[in-house]
């Protein structure tokens, strides 16, 4: 019911025009905040369920083939997954941040403080670690820089009516993104690494279990 093309080509009159990357290496900055503008239409036309399908069909799309930041000072362009990945990596983060009201105020100071200026892309990865108060460059890094998307590793373990589950991150080093599970009646946030943890989940079906990759860009590997 709507032509995307001018959703995403208006929105690079924040993202491209009155905020410019120095280099087209960082032109995630430009495509990836347009893409990922689609889908914030979609939410406020249709509804938050509905941009979860908008979004996660997105996925389809990405390649993972090279790093979405090109190689600097060469006039040269990453990955077409800027687009797609980078909005996706942008919905990720908002899942991380659990924190709509400041989501959105964030997409407002940055359209703000950057306006009418030419930045690199880590002027606004530095952006968010300082108006967060924390450090979000390895999670930044998995997405723009890497290939391959984070893997949440885990096994379910039956401990008489209990279940246990054993989990990971096999991601670059030192990537610790929380994620979002379900067991068929409610979410719960779980903390990994790259080390095996465990947790107790109680008594459920294990045929309930879910990990919410609907709000994760991620791989997920069940042993």
Not at 75 to 100: A, Q
Not at 104 to 110: A, F, H, P, R, V
Not at 142 to 162: D, S, W
Not at 179 to 184: E, K, L, V, W
Request: with cysteine.
């Amino acid at each position: 019911t709507f032509d995307y093309i001018i959703v995403h080509e208006t929105a690079h009159e924040w993202w491209g025009n009155s905020i410019t990357t120095n280099d087209i290496a960082d032109l995630w900055v430009h495509e990836g905040f347009g893409t990922y503008s689609e889908a914030l239409y979609v939410e406020c036309i249709y509804g938050y369920e509905s941009m979860l399908s908008y979004i996660n069909n997105q996925k389809k799309y990405v390649k993972n083939d090279i790093p979405i930041v090109g190689p600097f000072h060469v006039n040269k362009k990453g990955s077409s997954d800027m687009y797609f990945k980078g909005s996706l990596m942008l919905h990720t983060l908002r899942s991380v941040i659990n924190n709509d009201n400041l989501w959105y105020k964030i997409l407002y100071d940055i359209s703000n403080i950057f306006k009418h200026q030419i930045i690199d892309g880590k002027d606004i990865v530095d952006f968010f670690n300082s108006y967060l108060g924390k450090d979000y460059t390895v999670f930044f890094n998995q997405y723009l820089h890497n290939t391959q998307l984070p893997i949440f590793e885990y096994k379910l373990e039956r401990n008489g009516k209990n279940t246990t589950l054993i989990y990971r991150w096999e991601a670059i080093e030192n990537f610790n993104m929380p994620i979002i599970i379900n067991t068929g009646n409610s979410d719960s946030w779980l903390y990994p690494n790259s080390q095996w943890k465990e947790k107790d989940l109680g008594g459920f079906d294990i045929h309930e279990f879910n990990v919410r990759d609907d709000l994760f860009f991620i791989d997920v590997k069940k042993y």
